[in-house]
């Protein structure tokens, strides 16, 4: 049984969890994840929030049980949707599919890169199998789109 209650009156904020080593984006092999840091990315949500009305809330953790507990937060809390770049967890983290099995909150992952370009390990992703939807492949700008896709949900 999913975490909250899906007749629950929905807020208006959207969590943006993001996965290991995304605290090093812009010093991280900038040939394949850019120059833009976490924080660049959440000033430029931060701003395509207030014009969408919608409150972001933007978390890192290198600990896929932090990913865990902030997933079953949004759940309760009702938030409206999830943005998830679960960085490495992508291709290993049945624990992370599992929570988003668990709650009623929409899921979208997001990726920098994209992984199916890349190398084979990293065409399986067990979070996009229980996500709504997956974007990757713009760069700092798979943020902002999938942003305007949780906005649409």
């Known amino acids: 049984m999913p975490l909250s209650d899906p007749s629950a009156t929905q807020n208006s904020t959207i969590y943006v969890l993001n996965g290991p080593n995304l605290n090093l984006l812009g010093l991280r092999e900038p040939d ?3 120059h833009d840091t976490l924080d660049d ?3 430029r949500l931060e701003d395509r929030g207030r014009e969408l009305g919608i409150e972001i ?3 890192q953790s290198n ?3 932090h990913l865990i507990d ?3 937060e ?5 938030a409206r949707a999830v943005i998830l770049n679960p ?3 992508t291709h290993t983290s049945i624990a992370l599919h599992d929570a988003i099995k668990s709650i009623a909150v929409p899921v979208i992952e997001v990726h920098l890169s994209n992984p199916h370009a890349r190398e084979s390990f990293r065409h399986v992703s067990f979070v996009g199998r ?6 990757a492949g713009f760069g700092a700008l798979s943020y902002l789109l999938a942003l305007d896709a949780a906005a649409s949900l």
């Open 41 to 43: 990315i959440a000033g």
């Open 70 to 72: 902030w997933l079953h």
């Open 57 to 59: 809330d933007m978390r």
């Open 74 to 78: 949004a759940g309760a809390r009702g």
């Open 87 to 89: 960085g490495g967890y």
């Open 130 to 135: 229980a996500a709504k939807g997956t974007i």
């Open 32 to 34: 394949i994840y850019g």
């Open 63 to 65: 600990h896929e049980g």
